[in-house]
């Protein structure tokens, strides 16, 4: 079984940038039309003329939303339906995170990771299913993140979120089975967008460079499992296996783990360098496409 790509209609969310934009571009010379959801409406007309311009018979539409504000998607949804616009794939690839201690978020940015992480894709999924359903035919690409697999301090909601796009994910894929609509979970480890760019220090002092890989590849390597209709895909040789071997780590030392670079996040140190008892720690925001951004 395979998901309706060729010939399909595409909806992809945080397509400005990112994964989001070059899962666009790969799909561009298969799919019949595509509908590029984000924020930065520019962004998406800029992306919709570069992919005209290579596939001159695609039908594109743009279609700007925050998926932070539920009237939005609504807003979203009536257009799909006003246009008579039939979805075969949906991509739930947008996503939002911080870095910092959760004391010092505003409840605010909470809850607009939460609705942009869970509520969302959560709510496009409910709305466009129950008609591939009718068709017998689908598809549900989740793009979540590695830190639904981990304990991630100083990213404590943008991980609970993946972690439960990671179980949604999978007991929706259970549900499902027989009915035609495949369901794949993409979990990223470090891959090269803005997101990345934008975390500073903190991120990149733990992420070794020969792990990271591009946003391309990313994108290729999900779209290659979600087409095996695979339940998992890690993207990246070196990271995958990382994931795997991390599979079989006892939980008590994932929390040891865990402890040691709380600690340094508390006292506002580097993993590289000893903790200042008087440091203070200094958010950064992360906000862009992929699987962490919108």
């Known amino acids: 079984m395979r998901p309706p790509i060729d010939s399909g209609t595409i909806l992809i969310t945080g397509a400005s940038s990112g994964i989001g934009r070059e899962i666009a571009r790969q799909l561009a010379r298969r799919?019949?039309?595509?509908?590029?959801?984000?924020?930065?409406?520019?962004?998406?007309?800029?992306?919709?003329?570069?992919l005209l311009a290579h596939n001159p018979t695609l039908g594109v539409m743009v279609e700007r939303c925050d998926l932070s504000h539920p009237d939005e998607v609504d807003t979203l949804l009536d257009s799909l339906h006003r246009h008579l616009v039939r979805v075969d794939v949906l991509v739930n690839n947008a996503g939002l995170g911080d870095y910092g201690l959760y004391e010092q978020e505003s409840w605010s940015r909470i809850h607009q990771m939460l609705q942009v992480n869970v509520e969302a894709p959560v709510l496009l999924t409910h709305r466009l299913l129950r008609r591939m359903l009718e068709?017998?035919?689908?598809?549900?690409?989740?793009?979540?993140?590695?830190?639904?697999?981990?304990?991630?301090?100083?990213?404590?909601?943008?991980?609970?979120?993946?972690?439960f796009l990671e179980g949604f994910t999978?007991?929706?894929?259970?549900?499902?089975?027989?009915?035609?609509?495949?369901?794949?979970?993409?979990?990223?480890?470090?891959?090269?967008?803005?997101?990345?760019?934008?975390?500073?220090?903190?991120?990149?002092?733990?992420?070794?460079?020969?792990?990271?890989?591009?946003?391309?590849?990313?994108?290729?390597?999900?779209?290659?499992g979600f087409e095996r209709a695979?339940?998992?895909?890690?993207?990246?040789?070196?990271?995958?296996?990382?994931?795997?071997?991390?599979?079989?780590?006892?939980?008590?030392?994932?929390?040891?783990?865990?402890?040691?670079?709380?600690?340094?996040?508390?006292?506002?140190?580097?993993?590289?360098?000893?903790?200042h008892p008087d440091a203070r720690l200094g958010r950064r925001v992360l906000l862009a496409g992929g699987p962490e951004g919108a």
Do not use: Q
């Open 31 to 50: 799919a019949r039309t595509l509908v590029l959801v984000a924020r930065r409406e520019e962004r998406l007309e800029a992306l919709r003329d570069e």
């Open 135 to 163: 068709r017998g035919r689908g598809g549900i690409l989740n793009i979540g993140s590695g830190a639904g697999r981990m304990l991630r301090p100083g990213m404590s909601v943008y991980a609970g979120t993946k972690h």
């Open 170 to 224: 999978e007991s929706l894929r259970l549900e499902l089975s027989g009915t035609g609509v495949v369901v794949t979970l993409v979990a990223p480890g470090p891959v090269d967008t803005e997101f990345r760019e934008v975390a500073g220090g903190e991120n990149r002092s733990a992420r070794p460079s020969w792990m990271r890989i591009s946003a391309e590849r990313c994108a290729r390597e999900a779209l290659e």
């Open 230 to 275: 695979a339940p998992l895909v890690y993207p990246g040789l070196a990271y995958r296996w990382m994931m795997r071997l991390a599979s079989f780590m006892p939980r008590p030392v994932m929390r040891a783990g865990g402890l040691v670079v709380a600690r340094r996040l508390r006292h506002g140190t580097s993993l590289l360098e000893p903790a």
